[in-house]
């Protein structure tokens, strides 16, 4: 006899793990089941997220930061440290370390939460039914009330740059490196090319970042934009916009990459290549034929806002639907999932999902930049206050950026809020807490914030929407 759950999620990377504990919390049976291993062959449960994306890059950022504050910024605090070395090895055993307990922690949560976690590959038969085939042993037919998709996402290859696992590579094995590449090339400006792009020239590396784009960051503000690509040129990497990339040949280990921008011909040599030009959804052997799962021309898993396919019951989250492919949205939108089967209202808000890009200035957003609601044609003003007059950025020694609030005209409703400086990935969540409350510039005004901290930019910047910045010359 076949077993049966109330839910069976496919995939416990950050949209699956969090839809299949929302629903344990609701009081159904729920089994999650996932495939993903790791390099060191153990089976892991979190997905991209915890074991190639956002939390190894974060803990590479953080070393190498680290690292190059040692070298270069300690000594204006009076700290003598002598020659600062870096140990690659120890740097990638922490982050290892890191991914292994939080990983491990979710097989705990999912355990505490009796959600009964399944290693192996599951796919989606007719009928809500789902084939879960183990990492050993048979394939058994699980049968499901409902069914969440969460199959995520995987690196873009360009038929012209294939990865080798070697020199051409992806986002995962450049979080891997066991050593600094003296000349790394990254095809892709975007966030894997910026963050990871920052870890290895913060180490030593020399970086060339080719991005197809004229504009670094074209979904970013443009003044917090320029504001990032003076300081990425100040720490010295190399972006190249408006350079399209047309071939990458490896001889003897060597990789040549061939690409044209506005004066022609052009070429690098590089001893590693990143190809970071973005991610596409992940459906393989996912799906049976008579499934009736519809994919766009794309290969994203089509539903509609509340993530319902087109079979009753059957659901899909995160980087496999349309929308940004963020952990955190992936996440917001298992939990509405969960809630909806459970009977209750729930809905995603997809206008207050805040970016964070986390490089050396940090940079954050939610809502609109200034051209989009230039473009949508609502009378708005702006504020803006730099970090070089905040007095816990100049404690910090890190007085690059600023922040800048984007706000209505007619009714005072803020639309955007658009930072780049320290810790600005934390200062955004202010902003979107205020506008999912739908505040106005003037809530945000009048909201005590704590002396001296860098919050008090945010304050600021709100209070020169109105021409009111007491800590700045008003303009
Ligand atoms: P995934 O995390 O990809 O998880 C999908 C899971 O499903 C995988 O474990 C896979 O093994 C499993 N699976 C797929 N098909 C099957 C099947 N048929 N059977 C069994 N299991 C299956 N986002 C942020 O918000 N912040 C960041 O700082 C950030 N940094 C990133 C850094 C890098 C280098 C990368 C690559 C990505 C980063 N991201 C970041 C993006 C983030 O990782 C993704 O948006 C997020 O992981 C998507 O979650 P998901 O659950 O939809 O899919
Ligand atoms: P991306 O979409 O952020 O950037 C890809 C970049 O590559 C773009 O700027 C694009 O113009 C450029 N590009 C595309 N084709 C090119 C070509 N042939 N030649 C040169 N440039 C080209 O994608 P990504 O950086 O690969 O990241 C993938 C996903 O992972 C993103 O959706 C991102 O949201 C997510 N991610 C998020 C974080 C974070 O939240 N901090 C960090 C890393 C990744």
Redesign the pocket.
Known sequence: MSRSFDLVV???????YIAAIRAAQHGMSVAC????RNRDGNYAFG???LN???IP??ALLESSELYHRAQHEFGKHGIVVGDVGMDIAAMQKRKTAIVRQLTGGIGGLLKANKVEGLVG???LLAGKRVEFTPVEGDAEIIEAKHVIL????VPIELPFAKFDGETIID?WDA?ELDAVPERLGVIGAGV?GL?LGSVWRRLGSEVTILEAMDDLLYMADRDIASAAARDFKKQGLDIRLGAKVSAATVDAGVVRVDYEDKSGAQSIEVDRLIVAVG?RP?T???LADDAGIQLDERGFIVVDDECRTRVKGVYA????VRGP????K?SEEGVMVADLIAGEVAEVNYDVVPS?V?TAPEIAWVGKTETEVKQSGRAYKTGSFPFAASGRAKAMEQTTGLVKVISAEDDDEILGVHIVGPMAGELISEAVLAMEFSASTEDIQRTIHAHPSLAEAVHEAALAADKRALNYVNR
């Open positions: 496919i995939g416990a990377g950050p949209a699956g089941i996932d495939e993903w997905g991209t997220c190639a994306g956002c890059s974060k590959h599951g796919k969460a199959s995520g996402s986002s979080l894997i963050e991610r992940y393989g052997n996912l989250v995160g980087d496999c492919m963020l952990a955190h992936g964070v986390y």
